[in-house]
């Protein structure tokens, strides 16, 4: 993901105003598994987890045990009945810090597994006023109809996905991940879809400073 498409500015007008794509398929996805997986989680961010209905998704950091931060992710919570009751996104440069860190917190009687599914899928933000109507042209399920932090199941261009109600903009919008192969396909369909109401392609700097005007933090920065 560059620094910026075309600028800063057209970038962060554009979402205001239309429709803005992000590539974070740089931001880590670890995906929990076990009986305890929930439980685990539980114990290393500052939300509740286990009593989390499906499909619901909260802000949440990762604190040392000094209550210093290690990162701010977002917690994903699915059926405990399904292979990956609870996910993690975390942010790119603190992958690996939070993976060994997961790994010093683990006890031998935790239920709990965890898989780094971040090189094996990607992940696409659509943020704007427009961004319900381009997103809604690649999938099966209709994005309007999600609550605010709520995530679902979808087939996307023909393949398993997952869309949230999610951003990190100011924005409404949706975040998507698809399996790898599928990442290309689905960039080109969604800047098609984009690029007829006016949305652009962003880069990083408009992702910094969307998110600053609507007052969302940003570990290491603020």
């Known amino acids: 993901m560059p620094i910026q498409y075309s600028s800063i500015v057209q970038e962060h007008l554009a979402t205001r105003t ?43 950091l990762v604190c040392n045990e000094e209550g210093g931060i290690l990162d701010d992710v977002l917690v994903y919570r699915f059926d405990d009945a399904s ?42 933000a659509v943020q704007g006023p427009k961004a319900l109507a381009v997103a809604s042209a690649s999938m099966d399920v209709a994005p309007e109809t999600l609550k605010y932090y709520t995530s679902q199941a979808a087939t996307v261009l023909g393949c398993d996905g997952l869309v949230s109600r999610t951003g990190y903009t100011g924005e ?13 396909a689905l ?14 392609p962003c880069g990083l700097g408009a992702r910094d400073t969307l998110r600053l005007e609507a007052a969302m933090p940003l570990y290491g920065h603020e």
């Open 18 to 60: 239309a429709v803005g794509l992000f590539d974070i398929s740089h931001m880590g996805r670890l995906d929990f598994h076990g009986a305890g997986a929930a439980a685990f989680v539980e114990r290393l961010v500052t939300r509740r987890v286990v009593e989390l209905a499906p499909g619901l998704i909260r802000y949440a």
């Open 83 to 124: 292979d990956t009751p609870v996910q993690l996104v975390v942010n790119a440069s603190n992958r690996p810090k939070i993976l060994s860190w997961l790994d010093s917190q683990k006890n031998e009687d935790d239920d709990v597994r965890w898989t780094d599914r971040t090189a094996e899928t990607c992940m696409i």
């Open 172 to 184: 409404d919008g949706v975040e998507i991940t698809v399996p790898r192969d599928s990442g290309l």
């Open 187 to 200: 960039w080109d369909a969604l800047m098609a879809g984009a690029s007829d109401v006016g949305g652009l």
